[in-house]
């Protein structure tokens, strides 16, 4: 049997091997995952409920000991990792709820001496596909509401990061989820992406990653009519009025570009600032990163940092201008890791603009028409994200129903809870991830007349 690594990106060191499963394996598990739903589904609700919280609390009894983990395969910092546990944990308290709030529907009959009722069934088992960015969060997100609604799962995290993935799955199964309800997998993710999108058995694919890798999954579930939820990432603009507390504005467009490093699929991207107030913006900014103590990781791996640097390049090329660089801290070792960096005279055209920069770099555009703004603003493919900073919150509900994304932060750039609605427009992806919306997608809707 063949295996593969797992690296630790701060100090480009192989933590330890995995085994490289493909399509035979993952049929296997499919087969397995398939064979336990119905005891599964079969369960109270409130009797996988409390394995759930079981699950929650058995996660943060070792919350340290999981952020340490992802730390090590990841690279974020040990104390944002911690942030992210217990906001990924978040999520399996609040379906572990709403699973208990899930009703059925009496339509109106249409015979006499009929009735006629809506009931939600579990979809059946469902593929999880996740990204390295959020080892945590992107997992529960999609695992707690589907095991809470009585789906089986067969998961596959990506190659980077799947030791954190093995550690929650472990303490699921702890907790009382049958082994066979949340099955594993991860190594050849193009077999095994073959073996999820030709079996009947899966009914369901929730992913989270790029609209490449999302196209393709929509494809080939054509063959099986799959159901999808997807997120597929984001270029989000940022809209700078000339009304907005530019204290409060740096900070919080730090806290959002800081988050993983910039690789994050919500990070403002595309930082627009009203032309009369871009210099007392850009020295706002500047000071605090020269004088603020940030503490960021290092990109994923040598790919991100090539796909960063050529970006980057490719602005400076067409006449964009580096204002500001970081050094580099003196306990940072990793040859992965990027400084925060603030960019200007940029365009619209320009790559670094186009696509997603997932990394630390701060790029300002200048605008002085709000019309305008809003157009350059919703001119791209994806749709997740938004942001808008202005002290006139009639103008900002005003904008923000001609933004066309799927979530927008108005003076504020941490938009993410388990009771939030997450997910985008446009090629950002389908159906949502939080709140009830984000349980929903794991039911089918059976009617009967009798
Ligand atoms: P990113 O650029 O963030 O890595 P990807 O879309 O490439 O985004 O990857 C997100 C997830 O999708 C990862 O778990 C990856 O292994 C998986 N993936 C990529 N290609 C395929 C594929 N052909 N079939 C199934 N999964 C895939």
């Not at 907790?175 to 099955?183: I, L, M, S, T, Y």
């Not at 001609?402 to 388990?418: K, M, Q, R, Y």
């Not at 939030?420 to 349980?439: A, C, D, Q, V």
């Amino acid at each position: 049997m063949n295996r593969f690594p797992i690296y630790n990106p701060n100090t480009n060191s192989i933590i330890c091997d995995l085994e490289l499963m493909g399509f035979d394996e993952t049929i296997k598990v499919i087969n397995k995952a398939s064979l336990a739903l119905e005891s599964w589904k079969s369960l109270l609700p409130q009797e996988r409920s409390d394995i759930l919280l079981k699950w929650y609390y058995l996660i943060n009894s070792q919350r340290e000991e999981i952020a340490q983990i992802m730390h090590s395969e990841q690279g974020k910092p040990f104390k944002e990792a911690l942030v992210e546990v217990d906001y990924g944990n978040s999520f399996i308290k609040y379906y572990a709820e709403e699973v208990l709030r899930i009703y059925g529907e009496i339509s109106p009959h249409f015979r006499k001496n009929q009735y006629c009722i809506n009931i939600s069934e579990p979809i059946g088992v469902v593929g999880a596909i996740t990204p390295w960015n959020f080892p945590c969060a992107m997992i529960t997100k999609k695992i707690a509401p589907a095991l809470a609604s009585g789906c089986s799962i067969v998961l596959k995290p990506s190659e980077e990061t799947p030791l954190t993935a093995i550690k929650l799955r472990e303490l699921a199964i702890t907790a009382g989820v049958p082994e066979d309800v949340f099955g594993i997998v991860y190594g050849d993710y193009k077999e095994i992406g073959r073996a999820i999108l030709e079996s009947k058995q899966i009914k369901m694919i929730s992913f989270t990653g790029s609209i490449g890798v999302g196209k393709y999954l929509m494809q080939e579930s054509a063959k099986t009519v799959k159901k999808l939820v997807l997120e597929l990432g984001g270029n989000a603009p940022c809209i700078i009025l000339k009304d907005a507390d530019l204290d409060l504005t740096v900070k919080k467009i730090m806290l959002g570009k800081f988050r993983n490093s910039g690789q994050a699929c919500t990070a403002p991207n595309r930082i627009f600032v009203d032309k009369s107030i871009k210099d007392e913006f850009t020295n706002k900014l500047i000071k605090e990163l020269s004088e603020a103590e940030i503490e960021i990781g290092p990109l994923i791996n040598q790919n991100a940092k090539n796909k960063t640097i050529e970006l980057l390049e490719n602005a400076l090329q067409n006449g964009a201008k580096i204002l500001y660089q970081a050094l580099a801290p003196q306990q940072q070792k990793s040859a992965f890791y990027f400084p925060p960096t603030v960019i200007g005279n940029l365009n619209d055209e320009m790559k670094i603009a186009k696509e997603e920069a997932f990394s630390p770099i701060f790029s300002i555009l200048t605008f002085s028409d709000l019309e305008e703004v809003i157009d350059r603003a919703n001119n791209t493919n994806y749709g997740l994200a938004a942001y808008l900073f202005t002290s006139n919150l009639k103008k900002a509900l005003s904008i923000s129903q001609e933004l066309n994304f799927g979530v927008i932060g108005i003076n504020e750039t941490s938009t993410s809870a388990d009771k939030t609605i997450h997910g985008g427009f446009n090629e950002s992806g389908l159906g949502r991830e939080g709140g009830k919306p984000g349980l929903l997608e794991y039911y089918e809707n059976k009617f009967i007349v009798f």
